[in-house]
C-alpha cells in the first residue's frame, strides 16, 4: 500500500512538473506586446501613506530607469508595489477585452494570497484565475516560482495554502487559467492562456483574450 501511494505522489509531482515546464516554455516564446504608459500611470497613486515612498520611487523607475533610485535608498515595498501595480495594470487590461471582475486584492503591496485575480471570460461561461508577475529590471523577464509545487500547476491551486483559492471556494479543476508578464523597463508585457491546463497557447495580441478560449 506505501508503495502504491508513492507511486502515486510520483506521477503527480511529475505531471506538475511537465507542466511547469511547458507553461514555462510557452512564456518564453510569446511575442512582447506594447505596454502603453499611460495605462501603467494610471494605476500607480493608491492614495494610502504606507505606500507613497515606494509608489514614488516606482514612478521615477519607470519614467527614467530602476538604476536612477540607489540600491541603499530603496524602500522597502518596492517590490510590494511593483506587483501591486502590475495587477492592477492585468486587470485593466482584461476588463478592456471584455472580462468581468470576480475576485482582486486591495493594495498597495502585493503578496502572500495565491492567485492575484479571477475574472470571468467574455462569454461568461469560463471562470478564469490569473498569476500576474511584473519588474524593473530592464536585464530579465519575471518568472513564476518553481519548487516543490509550481505556480499554477493544478496542485498549487488546489493547496489548501492558496487564499485566493480558497475564498473562491473552488480547485483548480473549476477554473481555466492566465498568466501575465510585466516588464516594465522595456514597457512590455507578454501572456499565456490554458482552458485545462493541459494546453498552454502564448498570447498573441488582445483579441485572443476577447475569444477565450476559442484558441
Known amino acids: 500500500m506505501t508503495e502504491d501511494h508513492a507511486e502515486v505522489g510520483s506521477r ?4 506538475d512538473r511537465t507542466f511547469g515546464d ?14 502603453p ?10 492614495g494610502q501613506a504606507s505606500a507613497q515612498l515606494a509608489e514614488s520611487q ?10 536612477a533610485i540607489p540600491r541603499r535608498t530603496r524602500a522597502g515595498g518596492l517590490n510590494g508595489v511593483t506587483g501591486h501595480i502590475s495587477e492592477s495594470v492585468a486587470e485593466l487590461i482584461l476588463v478592456e477585452a471584455g472580462w468581468s471582475p470576480v475576485e482582486h486584492f486591495v493594495g498597495p ?18 471562470l478564469v484565475v490569473v498569476e500576474v508577475k511584473g519588474t524593473l529590471q ?7 516560482t518553481r519548487g516543490e509545487i509550481d505556480q499554477m500547476s493544478l496542485e498549487w491551486l488546489s493547496a489548501p495554502g492558496n487564499a485566493g483559492m480558497r475564498s473562491l471556494g ?7 487559467g492566465v498568466v ?13 492562456l490554458t482552458a485545462d491546463f493541459e494546453a498552454v497557447l502564448p498570447l498573441s495580441n488582445l483579441r485572443e483574450l476577447a475569444d477565450f478560449p476559442a484558441l
Open 58 to 67: 516606482f514612478r521615477s523607475a519607470f519614467q527614467r530607469s530602476l538604476e
Open 180 to 192: 501575465l508578464l510585466f516588464q516594465f523597463a522595456r514597457r512590455q508585457w507578454k501572456g499565456v
Open 37 to 46: 504608459p499611460d495605462l501603467v500611470e494610471s494605476c500607480i497613486d493608491s
Open 138 to 144: 530592464p536585464s530579465r523577464w519575471p518568472r513564476l
Open 22 to 35: 511547458r507553461i514555462g516554455a510557452a512564456l518564453r516564446s510569446a511575442p512582447a506586446l506594447t505596454l
Open 170 to 176: 473552488l480547485d483548480g479543476t473549476a477554473v481555466s
Open 12 to 15: 503527480k509531482m511529475n505531471a
Open 109 to 126: 503591496f502585493s503578496g502572500g494570497h495565491g492567485i492575484d485575480l479571477a475574472l470571468l471570460s467574455p462569454s461568461l461561461e469560463h
